[in-house]
């Protein structure tokens, strides 16, 4: 211990603990290889003889751990090797083997290093000496041939258990039945008296059959949890919280299998865990399927299918099997082409030969290559499709969904329908309600079909399928369906272009001989003196106006609906704008004034903001036509016996110009405000309707905004705003 430097590795056996702490030699050198910074590494068998003593090793050395059976020792550090056999408790050494030659050194440390690698922490090992867990890690196969394995030495494995997990067959649990019984008592007689004995938790896994389901019931009455599932394990095992048994055979009734596998190292515990686990989550409770089984019918399951040959496999098998009715979905025209050539068509022919089956498929892409004579002849690999369309008189039509029979056959509809609103990513297939196959298609560029499959859902659940029956049908009726709509929908394109083709003409037959009459009776108002004719006059000219405006608004409301929304744009001032429009309608009223003429109103205008430069990029005219349409508005609604007032704000709101056009009229009706610049809204002879509804079209196109209020209820008239941005 003295000539060591940095390091001492030492080994000895359960006797060596009681030297190293009561021989004050030994711990005053230890102490003084770690006073120096040296570290010491420690091997012993740690047993509960010993305990005490290791407990205190543990705090003299750098690290200690525990090996079973260690006999004897050695010592190393970087130069010496010493050996010993005997070692007796409380006793110095008296006989030891020491050499410091390189290649006994060399050799010493390679012992040492071998057996740290399989030592044990100390602290491992002391706790579970002191919560009396088994230490001694065994892995072997039990034989029946041998006599290592028999009923009492699975009894004695199991007897002590807190748990058992266990995935069966049928004779294994008939043949542990009585055993399982008795684990499941809570009270044994034991010398006369009655103890309570801590309960087992067991749970057991078993495949599901009806040959069995008598004995599940039995296992399930001893409070059992018992869990089917649908297919045979590819192993049988049992695990406990400390030990785990598994073979691969099948046991024979009333007697064990040849060999099985045993151990009680955590780690396999812990792995057969894991596997149960699994296997737990997977499966299904008995009292569910005991019903079923006993009444002969299937377990609903959902499988995930990975491989596209075993897919193509069941798709072909379930077509072959189907008795009502078969459904498909194909969602693309090259999905098609693929499935003829792989025969599937001609599969479901043959099938269906003999049966009174319904195949429909939906194509939800577009059929190619069609003929003047609705027939389609498709050609793929060695195989070859007819597809002869119905109705065959609507051929021509602009009908985007097609109907056809294949080959003649009059139980087999397959149905095209183009449209991006129905286009499922997905192919599907369901056979009579009851079982049903979805498919997810691989994008590749390969020329192999199976790689154009992806994974499946397979199912024989007969909800599931109904519900996909449904899905299907709504689709297949919805592809009709869409055609109608969309027939409908040129239709009525067409009908409301020739209604604004005809409003067109109308308007312009009317506007020509307005401008003659409006032209004339302005030449007749300047020529005549007398007073009753003049006034007659300014009537006949003021409903002119009335009937023009009208004109212009369906004329201006016909091009809008024609999306003339590339109108001609420049850039200007719109508070200048306000001010020539307003400035015109002020010398329209002075001159009424001025005239004297009877039933005329009396119009004030106050304008605010104008010396502001509001520069937009808009159509001049259009504006033009927003803004007079307002101002008519409000005149209109402004009675005849009372002083109006129409006060125009502008003002800017960040990127935009906000104008406020306000009246002290009438107001807007309540009925009407929610839908003031819809067509047509109008409840009063003052105008048409048409004239806010083009308002609010002009403002969108210009990426702006109308809209309109009542003024406070103390406050007579309505304010109408419009909105436009300003040039960037």
């Not at 230890?30 to 010491?40: A, E, F, M, P, V």
């Not at 003047?372 to 002849?377: K, L, P, R």
């Not at 109308?506 to 009753?532: F, N």
């Not at 509001?614 to 007079?628: E, G, P, Y």
Request: hydrophobic share 35%; proline share 2%.
């Amino acid at each position: 211990m003295r000539n060591t430097k940095s390091r001492m590795d030492i080994t000895f056996d359960s006797n060596a603990p009681s030297i190293v702490v009561k021989i004050p030699e030994y711990r005053h050198g230890y102490s003084d290889i770690l006073n120096r910074g040296g570290t010491i590494r420690c091997i012993t068998e740690i047993t509960a003889d010993n305990i005490e003593d290791c407990k205190e090793l543990f705090q003299m050395v750098t690290e200690l751990r525990h090996l079973d059976g260690m006999k004897g020792g050695i010592a190393l550090n970087e130069s010496e090797y010493m050996a010993t056999t005997i070692l007796q408790e409380a006793k110095p050494l008296t006989e030891v083997i020491y050499s410091n030659a390189d290649e006994v050194v060399a050799q010493g440390q390679y012992i040492f290093e071998t057996l740290w690698k399989n030592a044990v922490p100390a602290v491992k090992r002391i706790k579970e000496i002191e919560e009396g867990k088994t230490t001694e890690y065994i892995t072997k196969i039990l034989s029946r041939s041998e006599g290592s394995l028999n009923e009492q030495k699975l009894g004695d494995i199991l007897f002590n258990a807190k748990e058992i997990d266990m995935v069966s067959s049928a004779e294994g649990l008939s043949m542990g039945y009585n055993y399982f019984k008795f684990m499941t008592k809570e009270e044994e007689e034991e010398e006369g008296e009655r103890i309570r004995r801590e309960k087992c938790a067991i749970r057991v896994l078993i495949e599901a059959s009806k040959d069995n389901v008598e004995l599940v019931k039995k296992y399930i009455d001893l409070g059992i949890e018992v869990r089917y599932l649908m297919q045979e394990p590819s192993i049988y095992f049992a695990v406990t919280n400390r030990d785990m048994m598994a073979t691969i055979e099948r046991m024979e009734m009333e007697e064990l299998a040849e060999s099985l596998l045993y151990s009680n190292d955590p780690h396999y515990v812990e792995r057969f865990k894991l596997i149960f686990e699994r296997l737990w989550n997977d499966s299904k409770p008995a009292d569910e399927i005991i019903n079923l089984l006993e009444k002969d019918e299937e377990i609903p399951f959902i499988e995930t299918i990975e491989n596209s040959g075993r897919t193509i496999s069941l798709i072909r098998g379930l077509i072959a099997k189907a008795n009502n009715e078969v459904l498909g979905i194909i969602p693309s025209y090259e999905a098609l082409l693929r499935q003829i050539d792989m025969g599937m068509f001609d599969h479901i022919v043959k099938s269906s030969g003999g049966k009174k089956i319904s195949v429909k498929i939906l194509v939800t892409d577009k059929i190619k290559s069609q003929d003047s004579n609705g027939i389609i002849t498709i050609e793929k690999g060695k195989y070859r499709l007819s597809l002869r369309r119905k109705n065959s008189e609507d051929m021509n039509s602009a009908d985007k969904t097609s109907e056809f029979t294949i080959n003649e056959m009059n139980n087999l509809t397959l149905r095209s329908v183009f449209s991006e609103n129905i286009r499922p990513q997905m192919g599907m297939i369901i056979v009579d309600k009851c079982k049903s196959i979805v498919i997810e298609p691989k994008e590749t560029d390969s020329d192999n079909i199976l790689s154009h499959i992806g994974m499946a859902s397979y199912s024989n659940s007969t909800q599931i399928s109904k519900s996909y029956a449904t899905m299907f049908e709504s689709l297949w009726n919805y592809s009709k369906m869409y055609d109608l709509i969309e027939k409908s929908i040129e239709r009525l394109k067409t009908h409301d272009r020739m209604q604004r083709e005809f409003i067109d003409i109308v308007a312009h037959e009317l506007r020509t001989p307005l401008q003659s009459i409006l032209g004339l009776t302005e030449i007749l108002k300047s020529r005549t003196k007398e007073k009753e004719t003049k006034d007659i006059l300014v009537t006949i000219n003021e409903n002119g106006n009335r009937l023009h405006r009208f004109v212009e608004n369906v004329l201006t409301a016909t091009k809008l609906e024609g999306y003339f929304s590339k109108i001609p744009r420049e850039t200007f001032d719109l508070s200048s704008l306000l001010k020539e429009i307003v400035d015109l309608y002020k010398e329209r009223f002075a001159n009424i004034n001025r005239s004297n003429v009877p039933h005329s109103k009396e119009i004030h205008f106050e304008c605010k903001g104008f010396d502001k430069v509001c520069m937009v990029n808009a159509n001049k005219l259009h504006m033009s036509m927003v803004i007079t349409n307002i101002l008519e508005n409000a005149i209109s609604f402004i009675p005849l016996k009372q002083k109006g007032l129409i006060t125009i704000t502008v003002s800017q709101s960040g990127k935009d110009v906000i104008v406020h056009i306000r009246d002290n009229g009438e107001g807007i009706h309540p009925e009407i405000l929610h839908r003031l610049f819809t067509k047509f809204a109008s409840k009063s002879f003052y105008g048409s309707g048409l004239g806010l509804y083009n308002c609010r079209k002009i403002m969108h196109m210009h990426h702006g905004g109308i809209w309109a209020k009542n003024n406070p209820s103390n406050e007579k008239g309505a304010t109408f705003s419009f909105r436009l941005p300003l040039r960037s």
